[in-house]
């Protein structure tokens, strides 16, 4: 199977889950400085959700870059990423209304966390279709910030237990983390 399709469907999915993200901002009732500060926490809350899905969008086209051939499991499993994905807008708006409130933040970090989760089996079944010694398996080998990533997605769950915002904060220290994507893909793509 071509990769294209795969790609050209996740392009579009992503465009339109940033753009039901934005939908969830609405304008402030009143033309005041104070109103306009009250949409403070969901504006926040969108634009960290908004880079985590850039990110995301990134890093699967990168990925991507590397890849040869696909396969039925390929297909699941990067449709099962776009579910998650497509639960953030949904988890973005809760949690930017209630941005102190354990279940919003406890919400968010689990589909962060699922998101996270998924790429992560996407890749290795990436580099089973492709080979032990593909472009993806020679970029992919010794991604520690991969499970560095999931590790503070679970932290980020279990503190909101404790200190709710925690849920949105993990998702922050991963984007942090991912804003340069893998620089393996492009130094591997130098070298041959």
């Known amino acids: 199977m071509t990769k294209s399709r795969v790609e050209a469907f996740t392009d579009g999915v992503i465009a ?13 009732e009143d033309v005041t400085w ?13 634009v960290v959700s908004f880079i985590a899905i850039a990110i995301y969008w990134n890093n699967h086209h990168h990925l991507y870059q590397t890849v040869k051939k696909i396969d039925g499991t390929v297909l699941w499993v990067n449709t099962a990423l776009l579910f998650w994905l497509s639960i953030l807008p949904f988890a973005t708006a809760w949690v930017g209304e209630h941005l102190t409130a354990m279940l919003p933040e406890l919400i968010y970090a689990f589909v962060s966390f699922m998101c996270g989760l998924t790429y992560n089996l996407l890749d290795r079944c990436l ?13 992919s080998k010794h991604d520690r910030k991969r499970w560095l990533s999931l590790a503070i997605y679970a932290v980020g769950c279990l503190l909101t237990f404790v200190w709710p915002p925690a849920g949105l904060g993990a998702s922050l220290m991963v984007s942090v983390l991912w804003f340069i994507p893998n620089q393996r893909v492009e130094q591997e793509f130098r070298v041959k």
Do not use: K, W
């Open 127 to 139: 580099v089973r279709v492709n080979g032990a010694n593909s472009r993806v398996a020679i970029v």
């Open 16 to 28: 339109i889950l940033i753009t039901i993200l934005v939908l969830d901002l609405h304008a402030p």
């Open 34 to 46: 104070i109103a306009l500060r009250q949409l403070g926490e969901p504006f926040f809350a969108y």
